[in-house]
C-alpha cells in the first residue's frame, strides 16, 4: 500500500513537469525562434520577461515623469481628477523642469475667483470617491454625494460655432470628447462618457468615424457627428455618399455639429478597425458587413482638391442647417494655403477646423505614421493660427485643438496658442478607467474601453463611471478658470501667446508672442 501510494506521488510530482519541458523543448526546436533553439530553457525565460516588460517598466521602473505616452504623474494626476475631483500634490511638481517647454506667465497681481467671469449659478448634482483611511495593501473609500459647480463660461463668453447656420452650436465649456468610433471603442464607453458629458453640461462627444450609433443618442449629450472617408453611416448601399442619410442625421436634435476627417493624427493612412470588433451593432452604425476588417482610405474619393472640398461642406451647411467643420493634421504652411486661398475665392468656409496633433492616436495606428508623419499640436496650432489670420479669415471658423491635451495646464497653454476649444480621447479613456495596457487593436482591453467584446466590457460599469467622466471634466474647467486667474485675467477665454513663454534647454526664455508675433492680415 505504502509503495503505491509512492508510485502515485512520484507520477503526480514528477510528471507533469516532465510533460511540461519536454512539450517546451519540442517546441524550442521550431525554426521560428533562433534564441530558443540555441538555449531552450532560458530562451523561453527571456520570452516571458521580454512579455511583462512593458508592465515592468510603468509600474516599477519608469521614472514618474518619462513614461510614453503618458507619464505615471500625467496619469495619476488625471484618476485623482476624475475619482476624488481633486488635483492637490504634495511636495512639488515632478516636471523635469532642465527640459525645453512651454509655461504660462503669472501675474504680479492675479484675480480672486469672485472677480472670475464664470458661470456658476446652476449647481449640479454629483459624486466623488473620499479617502477613509489608506493602508500599505488597502485603501478605505466612501462615496460622497454634494452639490457641485459646474465652470461654465459666462454667456459673454460662450463659443458660437456656426453663426451663419440655421441651428448655430453654443459652447459653454471649452473641453470635450475627442473622435473615438464605436466599433474601436464599445457601447459601454460611449454611454459613460455622453452621460458625464451630459450631466457636467456644456460638453460633448465625437462620434468618430464609425458613425452615429443608438449608443451615442441614447446618452442625451450633445454630439458632433464625424463623417470620414469611409462614409460610415452616410453611404448607401454601393458604398456612395448618401445625401439623404446625411439629412436624416441633421433632423436629430441631438446632434449639433458635422466633422469632416480629412485627416487624423497617427492616422493619416486611414482608420483601420479588426473584423473580430465588427459586432451587429457596429455593422448596424457603420452600414457594413458583420465581421469584416475595415480599412477606411485616406481622403474622401470624390474630394481632390480644395475647391471640390469646399463645395461639398456648402452643401452640407446649406442641407443640414447645422455647423460643419474639418479635422486635420497639420504638414507645414505651404499646404494650408491653397486650401486658405479658395476659400476667400468661393466665399465658402468651415464652420469650424480641428487641428489634431500627429502625436494622437487613442485606438490602433501603424508606427511609422505615429511617430514619423505631420506636425506635434502646439505648432500645429501656431502654423494654422498664423496662416489663417495672413490671410485674413481667421475670424471665419472656430478652431479645435486635439493631441495629449489630458491636463489644465496643457490645455491652458493649447488656448493660448489659438485654439478657442479642446478635445480629448485619452484623458476620457483613462477617466474611465483606462490603464494603458496597450491592448487597443486587440479587442482584448482589461478595461472594456476599447473592445466590443460583451465579456471583457463587463469591466466596465457605466453607472459608476460616467461620475467620474463628470468630475474630470469639470475638473478640467475649474483648473483652467484657476490658471487664467493667475494669469491675470477673468476667464480662459482671455488667454494670448504673451501668457505663455518658451523656456529653452540652456535656460533662456521668451514669450511666445514675442518668438511668433501675430501676422498682420494680409501679410
Same mark, same amino acid.
Given at each position: 500500500?505504502?509503495?503505491?501510494?509512492?508510485?502515485?506521488?512520484?507520477? %503526480?510530482?514528477?510528471?507533469?513537469?516532465?510533460?511540461?519541458?519536454?512539450?517546451?523543448?519540442?517546441?524550442?526546436?521550431?525554426?521560428?525562434?533562433?534564441?530558443?533553439?540555441?538555449?531552450?530553457?532560458?530562451?523561453?525565460?527571456?520570452?516571458?520577461?521580454?512579455?511583462?516588460?512593458?508592465?515592468?517598466?510603468?509600474?516599477?521602473?519608469?521614472?514618474?515623469?518619462?513614461?510614453?505616452?503618458?507619464?505615471?504623474?500625467?496619469?495619476?494626476?488625471?484618476?485623482?481628477?476624475?475619482?476624488?475631483?481633486?488635483?492637490?500634490?504634495?511636495?512639488?511638481?515632478?516636471?523635469?523642469?532642465?527640459?525645453?517647454g512651454y509655461y504660462l506667465s503669472n501675474a504680479m497681481f492675479p484675480k480672486l475667483t469672485g472677480e472670475l467671469r464664470v458661470d456658476n449659478a446652476v449647481v449640479r448634482q454629483g459624486r466623488r470617491y473620499v479617502i477613509m483611511d489608506e493602508g500599505l495593501f488597502t485603501r478605505r473609500e466612501k462615496i460622497?454625494?454634494?452639490?457641485?459647480?459646474?465652470?461654465?463660461?459666462?454667456?459673454?463668453?460662450?463659443?458660437?460655432?456656426?453663426?451663419?447656420?440655421?441651428?448655430?452650436?453654443?459652447?459653454?465649456?471649452?473641453?470635450?470628447?475627442?473622435?473615438?468610433?464605436?466599433?474601436?471603442?464599445?457601447?459601454?464607453?460611449?454611454?459613460?462618457?455622453?452621460?458625464?458629458?451630459?450631466?457636467?453640461?456644456?460638453?460633448?462627444?465625437?462620434?468618430?468615424?464609425?458613425?452615429?450609433?443608438?449608443?451615442?443618442?441614447?446618452?442625451?449629450?450633445?454630439?458632433?457627428?464625424?463623417?470620414?472617408?469611409?462614409?460610415?453611416?452616410?453611404?448607401?448601399?454601393?458604398?456612395?455618399?448618401?445625401?439623404?442619410?446625411?439629412?436624416?442625421?441633421?433632423?436629430?436634435?441631438?446632434?449639433?455639429?458635422?466633422?469632416?476627417?480629412?485627416?487624423?493624427?497617427?492616422?493619416?493612412?486611414?482608420?483601420?478597425?479588426?473584423?473580430?470588433?465588427?459586432?451587429?451593432?457596429?455593422?448596424?452604425?457603420?452600414?457594413?458587413?458583420?465581421?469584416?476588417?475595415?480599412?477606411?482610405? !485616406?481622403?474622401?474619393?470624390?474630394?481632390?482638391?480644395?475647391?471640390?472640398?469646399?463645395?461639398?461642406?456648402?452643401?452640407?451647411?446649406?442641407?443640414?442647417?447645422?455647423?460643419?467643420?474639418?479635422?486635420?493634421?497639420?504638414?507645414?504652411?505651404?499646404?494650408?494655403?491653397?486650401?486658405?486661398?479658395?476659400?476667400?475665392?468661393?466665399?465658402?468656409?468651415?464652420?469650424?477646423?480641428?487641428?489634431?496633433?500627429?502625436?494622437?492616436?487613442?485606438?490602433?495606428?501603424?508606427?511609422?505614421?505615429?511617430?514619423?508623419?505631420?506636425?506635434?499640436?502646439?505648432?500645429?496650432?501656431?502654423?494654422?493660427?498664423?496662416?489663417?489670420?495672413?490671410?485674413?479669415?481667421?475670424?471665419?471658423?472656430?478652431?479645435?485643438?486635439?493631441?495629449?491635451?489630458?491636463?489644465?495646464?496643457?490645455?491652458? %497653454?493649447?488656448?493660448?496658442?489659438?485654439?478657442?476649444?479642446?478635445?480629448?480621447?485619452?484623458?476620457?479613456?483613462?477617466? !474611465?478607467?483606462?490603464?494603458?495596457?496597450?491592448?487597443?487593436?486587440?479587442?482584448?482591453?482589461?478595461?472594456?474601453?476599447?473592445?466590443?467584446?460583451?465579456?471583457?466590457?463587463?469591466?466596465?460599469?457605466?453607472?459608476?463611471?460616467?461620475?467620474?467622466?463628470? !468630475?474630470?471634466?469639470?475638473?478640467?474647467?475649474?483648473?483652467?478658470?484657476?490658471?487664467?486667474?493667475?494669469?491675470?485675467?477673468?476667464?480662459?477665454?482671455?488667454?494670448?501667446?504673451?501668457?505663455?513663454?518658451?523656456?529653452?534647454?540652456?535656460?533662456?526664455?521668451?514669450?511666445?508672442?514675442?518668438?511668433?508675433?501675430?501676422?498682420?492680415?494680409?501679410?
Amino acid at each position: 500500500m505504502l509503495i503505491t501510494i509512492l508510485i502515485v506521488l512520484l507520477v %503526480v510530482v514528477l510528471v507533469p513537469p516532465l510533460v511540461f519541458f519536454g512539450y517546451m523543448y519540442v517546441l524550442s526546436k521550431q525554426p521560428k525562434h533562433s534564441v530558443i533553439r540555441a538555449h531552450p530553457f532560458l530562451g523561453w525565460i527571456r520570452y516571458l520577461l521580454e512579455k511583462l516588460g512593458p508592465e515592468f517598466r510603468q509600474y516599477w521602473f519608469d521614472n514618474d515623469t518619462e513614461g510614453k505616452p503618458f507619464s505615471r504623474a500625467d496619469f495619476v494626476g488625471l484618476v485623482y481628477a476624475a475619482k476624488y475631483r481633486t488635483d492637490l500634490i504634495s511636495f512639488g511638481g515632478r516636471r523635469d523642469y532642465e527640459k525645453p517647454g512651454y509655461y504660462l506667465s503669472n501675474a504680479m497681481f492675479p484675480k480672486l475667483t469672485g472677480e472670475l467671469r464664470v458661470d456658476n449659478a446652476v449647481v449640479r448634482q454629483g459624486r466623488r470617491y473620499v479617502i477613509m483611511d489608506e493602508g500599505l495593501f488597502t485603501r478605505r473609500e466612501k462615496i460622497v454625494e454634494e452639490q457641485v459647480r459646474p465652470w461654465l463660461l459666462h454667456d459673454d463668453d460662450a463659443i458660437v460655432v456656426g453663426e451663419g447656420r440655421r441651428e448655430p452650436w453654443r459652447l459653454k465649456g471649452m473641453f470635450g470628447a475627442s473622435a473615438t468610433s464605436f466599433g474601436a471603442v464599445g457601447e459601454r464607453y460611449i454611454h459613460s462618457t455622453g452621460a458625464g458629458a451630459r450631466m457636467a453640461g456644456g460638453s460633448w462627444i465625437n462620434t468618430g468615424e464609425g458613425g452615429v450609433a443608438d449608443a451615442h443618442l441614447e446618452t442625451g449629450a450633445d454630439i458632433v457627428a464625424q463623417i470620414g472617408p469611409g462614409l460610415y453611416g452616410y453611404r448607401d448601399a454601393e458604398g456612395h455618399f448618401s445625401l439623404e442619410a446625411f439629412k436624416f442625421k441633421a433632423s436629430l436634435p441631438q446632434i449639433k455639429a458635422f466633422e469632416l476627417k480629412f485627416h487624423q493624427g497617427a492616422k493619416i493612412r486611414g482608420g483601420h478597425l479588426e473584423g473580430a470588433k465588427v459586432t451587429e451593432p457596429v455593422a448596424k452604425a457603420r452600414l457594413v458587413p458583420v465581421g469584416r476588417t475595415v480599412n477606411s482610405p !485616406n481622403r474622401f474619393e470624390f474630394l481632390t482638391k480644395p475647391e471640390e472640398a469646399l463645395q461639398f461642406i456648402r452643401t452640407l451647411q446649406e442641407e443640414g442647417g447645422k455647423p460643419v467643420g474639418v479635422k486635420i493634421v497639420v504638414g507645414d504652411p505651404k499646404r494650408l494655403e491653397p486650401f486658405f486661398q479658395a476659400m476667400i475665392d468661393l466665399d465658402v468656409y468651415p464652420d469650424f477646423i480641428t487641428v489634431d496633433g500627429s502625436e494622437g492616436g487613442s485606438g490602433a495606428t501603424f508606427k511609422a505614421m505615429a511617430d514619423g508623419m505631420g506636425l506635434p499640436l502646439y505648432p500645429a496650432l501656431l502654423i494654422l493660427d498664423d496662416t489663417a489670420r495672413k490671410f485674413g479669415i481667421r475670424g471665419k471658423f472656430k478652431l479645435f485643438a486635439s493631441g495629449k491635451l489630458i491636463t489644465p495646464d496643457k490645455v491652458a %497653454v493649447a488656448l493660448a496658442l489659438g485654439a478657442d476649444a479642446v478635445n480629448s480621447a485619452r484623458g476620457f479613456m483613462m477617466a !474611465n478607467g483606462c490603464i494603458m495596457a496597450m491592448q487597443c487593436h486587440t479587442g482584448k482591453c482589461p478595461t472594456g474601453i476599447t473592445t466590443t467584446d460583451d465579456k471583457y466590457q463587463e469591466a466596465l460599469v457605466p453607472e459608476e463611471k460616467q461620475w467620474r467622466v463628470m !468630475n474630470y471634466i469639470l475638473q478640467m474647467r475649474e483648473g483652467l478658470f484657476s490658471l487664467a486667474a493667475a494669469c491675470g485675467l477673468y476667464s480662459p477665454s482671455e488667454l494670448r501667446r504673451e501668457h505663455v513663454v518658451f523656456t529653452s534647454e540652456s535656460g533662456q526664455t521668451a514669450r511666445v508672442v514675442d518668438l511668433f508675433p501675430y501676422p498682420d492680415a494680409g501679410s
